[in-house]
């Protein structure tokens, strides 16, 4: 399975979903499979945690940006 798959667990898991045993199993296996995988697992974690503080209707400015 690629990145993306455990990306998507990752942000599942953060949201407060229940991973099947199975995709628990497979997140687990992958995360200590390789450092740069936990790197990643953090750095989505930090994400989320710091997008909490942002209104549902929040907008960027994009010319600003």
């Known amino acids: ?3 993306a798959f455990y990306i998507e667990l990752l942000k599942k898991k953060a949201a407060g979903q229940q991973l099947s045993a199975e995709n628990s199993a497979l997140l687990s296996e992958w995360l200590a499979s390789d450092p ?4 990643i697992a953090g750095g989505i974690n930090a994400i989320w945690k710091g997008s909490q503080n942002y209104k549902e209707d929040f907008q960027t400015d994009k010319t600003k940006a």
């Open 1 to 3: 399975m690629d990145t």
């Open 36 to 39: 740069e995988n936990e790197k």
